[in-house]
């Protein structure tokens, strides 16, 4: 037994001082203390990664197609020009500019005869004075032609239904005896489609009429007789060509259209202190060199003799093809520069459309209204980072005119 003892007791020493050694007890992986188990469900927690709700994406609603009136049907299709749509949707329901429906009437004026029309570009005078009550009693107030570009660039305000009186050619006696008095009684303007020519010392030998505050005299010169009537600040004198004899047209070249388009421009700010943007085009001419040479001498808006219809911001009515029916209208769809190509209608007809444009403004506003709702969405999802908010209202009145 004792030798038993002897050979077993060197194991057991040697077992415990190997424990002795290790510093760790047997038991240390079955008993764990509270503080290292609080540590570790800590660490647990931290790296666990939360879920995240994704920012749901929103689908821009589809556009409303362009405005048709169920009124007034047009003949002409509507064309757009405003290439952006945040930007023109900006401009259409910024509250500070002209609200959806504002209207306008181009209208076109050659001769005025107290005597018996003889021509298709003439109106009785008696006819002129019933044309203007009429459009005076629909609410229609009379705009300039940059008032008319700044509504059509971009939706300037305006009244709601506006007119745009044009009298073309050098009218001196027109002027005088039929529009400055209907002017001054409606606080209203008109613009002049002056053309140039070799006249630009031709006077007018008739004496003038007293009208606003200049004595009946015989003026020396037709510039002196027109800068007068300019003093009213009724006038609103825009080019019409320099010769005028020959509208622009297929063989036309540069320098003809260069010299039409840019020499009445030093000339007419001479006398008249501003710088003509629209041009008349003579006899309705125009071709796509024409127009693109028209906005190289700074030109905003080009008027033909079309008369297709009136006029809203980003809405003009025009020909594409050629019409059987209408041979005379040149069709303007192809330039691709509505504003070049503006229609006008003719003094003789225009007062059986009068009812048919108020209404047409009506529909449109409503139209608009309908369609609020939709545009702004869109304009929420897809304008709004970049193009920032639409404005908020800046002025007191809405409009001031009749509704």
């Known amino acids: 037994m004792k030798t038993l003892f002897r050979l077993l007791f060197p194991i057991l020493v040697g077992s415990m001082l190997l424990s002795?050694?290790?510093?760790?007890?047997p038991f240390a992986m079955a008993t764990a203390t509270?503080?290292?188990?609080a540590t570790a469900t800590q660490t647990a927690a931290a790296t666990v990664t939360p879920t995240l709700t994704p920012t749901p994406i929103r689908t821009p609603p589809a556009l409303p197609a362009i405005f048709t009136s169920s009124t007034y049907i047009l003949k002409d299709a509507p064309h757009t020009y405003v290439a952006d749509t945040c930007t023109y949707l900006k401009d259409r329901w910024d509250p500070n500019k002209s609200t959806p429906g504002t209207i306008v009437m181009p209208v076109m004026f050659h001769s005025i005869t107290e005597g018996a029309v003889a021509l298709d570009n003439q109106i009785s005078a008696f006819d002129f004075q019933q044309l203007m009550r009429d459009i005076h009693e629909q609410g229609f107030e009379s705009i300039t032609a940059e008032e008319l570009a700044d509504f059509m660039e971009s939706n300037a305000r305006i009244p709601k239904r506006s007119v745009l009186l044009i009298l073309d050619d050098r009218r001196p006696g027109a002027v005088r005896q039929h529009f400055l008095p209907i002017l001054e009684e409606y606080d209203w303007t008109v613009t002049l489609g002056w053309l140039i020519g070799e006249g630009e010392d031709s006077t007018d030998k008739k004496p003038a009429s007293p009208i606003n505050g200049y004595p009946g005299d015989v003026f020396t010169s037709l510039w002196e007789q027109m800068e007068a009537y300019n003093q009213t600040g009724r006038l609103d004198v825009q080019a019409h060509g320099y010769n005028h004899n020959i509208p622009a047209g297929e063989?036309?070249?540069?320098?003809?259209?260069?010299?039409?388009?840019?020499?009445?421009?030093?000339?007419?700010?001479?006398?008249?202190?501003?710088?003509?943007?629209?041009?008349?085009?003579?006899?309705?001419g125009f071709?796509?060199?024409?127009?693109?040479l028209a906005r190289e001498a700074g030109y905003r808006l080009g008027f033909t003799v079309n008369p297709r219809g009136p006029l809203m911001y980003n809405w003009v009515p025009l020909g594409d093809t050629n019409d059987p029916m209408r041979p005379s209208y040149m069709p303007e769809g192809a330039i691709g520069d509505p504003l070049m190509v503006l229609p006008r209608y003719w003094d003789t007809d225009v007062r059986n459309y009068l009812d048919f444009i108020r209404v047409m403004g009506k529909e449109a506003a409503a139209a608009a209204e309908a369609n609020k709702a939709i545009e702004l969405e869109y304009y929420d999802i897809v304008c709004r980072p970049t193009y920032g908010e639409i404005p908020a209202l800046e002025i007191s009145e809405m409009d001031t005119a009749t509704p």
């Open 20 to 25: 002795a050694c290790s510093g760790a007890s």
């Open 34 to 37: 509270p503080t290292a188990t």
């Open 251 to 284: 063989y036309s070249s540069d320098d003809f259209l260069r010299n039409e388009l840019e020499a009445p421009i030093p000339i007419l700010e001479q006398h008249f202190g501003r710088k003509p943007i629209a041009y008349i085009w003579p006899g309705g």
């Open 287 to 292: 071709t796509q060199r024409s127009v693109e």
